[in-house]
Every structure is written in C-alpha cells, then in structure tokens.
Nanobody, 122 residues
Framework: QVQLVESGGGLVQPGGSLRLSCVASGTIYNLYGMAWYRQAPGKERELVAAISSANAIKYADSVRGRFTISGDKGKGATFLQMNSLKPEDSAVYYC????????????????WGQGTEVTVSS
C-alpha cells in the first residue's frame, strides 16, 4: 500500500513561513487530484488548497494570497508554501491524493498522509 509521507510542520511565530511537503512512497497510477486539508482541535477537517484533475487550483478563502500549493503528479509530490502565518492557521495538516492503485484498477483510491502539526504562536 502506498503511503503519503509528510514533513515540514513545526512551531513558527505569527507572520512567519513554513513549507509542507508530501511525497508518495510508491506509484499512484493516473494521479489526478492533490490537496491539503487541515484540522484544528475541536473543528472539522477543512480543505485548504487543491489541484484538480485539470490542474485548476483553488484555495480556501482564509488562506488565499498567503498559501501556495504546487505539485508534480508524475513524481507523486505536493507542497504547500505557507506565508504570513496566523495563530488561526494552527492545525494538523494532511495531504490527500486521488488516483489508482494499479493500471488495472477500476475505481480510484483516496490516499492520506499521516498529518503534520503546524503551530503558530509567539
């Protein structure tokens, strides 16, 4: 089973920056969607940024203009550059890929990273 390995979280002061990385441990066939979600304590998981099958990019209103998602579907990697961080950005961040487990799979699979914690505090 392919794993998504995340890195880059940590403690940062308000106004600072972090870059999250997410890399697949193996091959995801026809990888068509890449996204970052986050979940703060006591809150539901929310979409932060995504790259669609047509490579359209969307952001949550709360991060637009501060966060940038990028990725390489061929290499199974996505990144989230987070600038001008605010305390309300503190959460566990999860990457998500959508693709197929093999070239013979009939239905797509959903892959999730283990989560990386981001804490924005002075």
């Amino acid at each position: 089973q392919v794993q998504l390995v995340e890195s880059g979280g940590g403690l940062v002061q308000p106004g600072g920056s972090l870059r999250l990385s997410c890399v697949a441990s193996g091959t995801i066939y026809n990888l068509y969607g890449m996204a970052w979600y986050r979940q703060a304590p006591g809150k539901e998981r929310e979409l932060v940024a995504a790259i669609s099958s047509a490579n359209a990019i969307k952001y949550a209103d709360s991060v637009r203009g501060r966060f940038t998602i990028s990725g390489d579907k061929g290499k199974g990697a996505t990144f989230l550059q987070m600038n001008s961080l605010k305390p309300e950005d503190s959460a566990v961040y999860y990457c998500n890929f959508e693709g197929y487990s093999s070239d013979r799979a009939l239905y797509p699979s959903d892959y999730w990273g283990q989560g990386t914690e981001v804490t924005v505090s002075s």
